[in-house]
C-alpha cells in the first residue's frame, strides 16, 4: 500500500471519474497528465468502466485505480483489468480481505469509528471517508484524526474546490477525492484543455495549502 498511497499523498488530489465510453480513456489521460495530475479513480458505475482501467493501466504516465467496488468479484474484475488499486463507498469485509489476498492496494469507505476499527483490525492504514461532506465535513474528517491519531484519510464525497483546502488543512488527510476536474460531462465530451486547466488548478490548491501549512 506505501508506494500507491505516498503517490496520492504527493499529488493530493485523486480525480474520480465516471466513464460512459472506453475509446475517452486516452483523451482523459492526455488530460491528466497535461495538467499535472496524472491519476484517476475509475469508478466501477458504468458498462465501460473495466475496459477504461486497462486502457489507463497500459500507460506508463499514468496511475489509475478501481473506485466504486462493492464485492470481491468486482475486486478481480478490477485487478485482472490492471487496477493499481480498490476503492469502496463502504467497509466490506470481504471485499477488504480479497484485496489482502490479491495484493492490492484497497481504501475502504468508512464514516464511523466501529467502521474504521473494524478497517484497521484488518490491517488497513488509510480510509476514506464517504461521503465526507454529507458526514459532516472537516469538522467530522477532523474528530476521526483526533481519535485515531495513526490513521491516514482520503475524503471523498461532495467535495469541491471551494472547500478541498479546508479537508488538505488536517494533518491525517493525504488526499481528496472528487470529479470537478473531470466531470462527466467534460469526459464524454473529450474536453481535453478544460480538463487539464482545471487539474492545473487542482495541483496549485494542494500546493498552496502546503505552503501555508509549513
Same mark, same amino acid.
Given at each position: 500500500?506505501?508506494?500507491? !498511497?505516498?503517490?496520492?499523498?504527493?499529488?493530493?488530489?485523486?480525480?474520480?471519474?465516471?466513464?460512459?465510453?472506453?475509446?475517452?480513456?486516452?483523451?482523459? /489521460?492526455?488530460?491528466?497528465?497535461?495538467?499535472?495530475?496524472?491519476?484517476?479513480?475509475?469508478?466501477?458505475?458504468?458498462?465501460?468502466?473495466?475496459?477504461?482501467?486497462?486502457? !489507463?493501466?497500459?500507460?506508463?504516465?499514468?496511475?489509475?485505480?478501481?473506485?466504486?467496488?462493492?464485492?470481491?468479484?468486482?475486486?478481480?474484475?478490477?485487478?485482472? /483489468?490492471? /487496477? /493499481?488499486?480498490?476503492?469502496?463507498?463502504?467497509?466490506?469485509?470481504?471485499?477488504?480481505?480479497?484485496?489482502?489476498?490479491?495484493?492490492?492496494?484497497?481504501?475502504?469507505?468508512?464514516?464511523?469509528?466501529?467502521?474504521?476499527?473494524?478497517?484497521?483490525?484488518?490491517?488497513?492504514?488509510?480510509?476514506?471517508?464517504?461521503?465526507?461532506?454529507?458526514? +459532516?465535513?472537516?469538522?467530522?474528517?477532523?474528530?476521526?484524526?483526533?481519535?485515531?491519531?495513526?490513521?491516514?484519510?482520503?475524503?471523498?464525497? +461532495?467535495?469541491?474546490?471551494?472547500?478541498?483546502?479546508?479537508?488538505?488543512?488536517?494533518?491525517?488527510?493525504?488526499?481528496?477525492?472528487?470529479?470537478?476536474?473531470?466531470?462527466?460531462?467534460?469526459?464524454?465530451?473529450?474536453?481535453?484543455?478544460?480538463?487539464?486547466?482545471?487539474?492545473?488548478?487542482?495541483?496549485?490548491?494542494?500546493?498552496?495549502?502546503?505552503?501555508?501549512?509549513?
Amino acid at each position: 500500500m506505501t508506494g500507491v !498511497l505516498d503517490t496520492l499523498a504527493a499529488y493530493g488530489v485523486l480525480p474520480v471519474v465516471v466513464i460512459d465510453r472506453a475509446l475517452d480513456a486516452d483523451y482523459l /489521460a492526455e488530460a491528466l497528465v497535461g495538467g499535472g495530475l496524472p491519476l484517476a479513480e475509475v469508478t466501477l458505475r458504468t458498462p465501460a468502466s473495466l475496459d477504461a482501467i486497462r486502457t !489507463l493501466a497500459l500507460r506508463a504516465d499514468t496511475l489509475v485505480g478501481a473506485g466504486t467496488v462493492l464485492t470481491p468479484t468486482q475486486v478481480d474484475q478490477a485487478v485482472d /483489468a490492471g /487496477a /493499481a488499486f480498490v476503492a469502496s463507498p463502504g467497509f466490506s469485509r470481504p471485499v477488504v480481505e480479497r484485496c489482502v489476498e490479491l495484493g492490492v492496494p484497497v481504501v475502504p469507505g468508512t464514516v464511523t469509528p466501529t467502521e474504521v476499527m473494524a478497517a484497521l483490525d484488518l490491517g488497513v492504514s488509510c480510509v476514506n471517508v464517504f461521503p465526507a461532506h454529507a458526514a +459532516g465535513g472537516p469538522p467530522a474528517v477532523a474528530v476521526l484524526g483526533e481519535v485515531f491519531p495513526d490513521l491516514r484519510i482520503i475524503a471523498s464525497g +461532495g467535495i469541491g474546490p471551494d472547500d478541498a483546502a479546508s479537508y488538505l488543512a488536517l494533518p491525517q488527510v493525504v488526499a481528496v477525492g472528487g470529479s470537478w476536474m473531470v466531470r462527466r460531462t467534460l469526459v464524454l465530451a473529450r474536453e481535453v484543455t478544460t480538463i487539464a486547466r482545471l487539474c492545473r488548478e487542482a495541483v496549485e490548491l494542494v500546493a498552496g495549502v502546503r505552503s501555508a501549512s509549513s
